[in-house]
């Protein structure tokens, strides 16, 4: 089987679980700490960002619900959070949550410094 078809085959497992709201049982790596597990997930949605595929799911062996985005400039990160506006907050790493909040100060500080003509 080729990667395209295996791809496919996992791509079409994970729709049909997220459609029919069946739970899938997956193993997980973290690229963190390099460490494998199962885990139990319900599919909420997949997004694609950047050419790919990210599945957000509530994982039913740690009981959070994160959307992780991997990211090798923080510039654009932020720059693609603030598309989203007020409809977003970030909650980690602490250094983006810094980050976020002084460029929002500054924008917000453009606004606020003068007078708007009506």
């Known amino acids: 089987m080729t ?15 997220l459609l029919q709201r069946n739970k899938l ?28 595929r990210y599945l957000d799911a509530w994982c039913h062996s740690h009981s959070r619900n994160a959307l992780r985005i991997p990211y090798s400039d ?9 598309k989203h506006g007020a409809e977003v907050e970030v909650i980690a790493p602490e250094e983006l949550r810094r980050e976020m909040a002084e460029c929002l100060r500054q924008g917000a500080a453009k606004y606020t410094a003068r007078k708007m003509k009506t």
């Open 3 to 17: 990667g395209h078809n295996v791809a496919l085959e996992r791509f079409q497992i994970v729709a049909g679980a």
């Open 25 to 52: 049982f997956i193993n997980y790596h973290g690229r963190g700490n390099d460490e494998s597990s199962q885990r139990e997930i319900s599919p909420r949605r997949l997004t694609n960002y950047r050419d790919n």
């Open 74 to 82: 923080p510039r654009e990160l932020v720059m693609d959070i603030l």
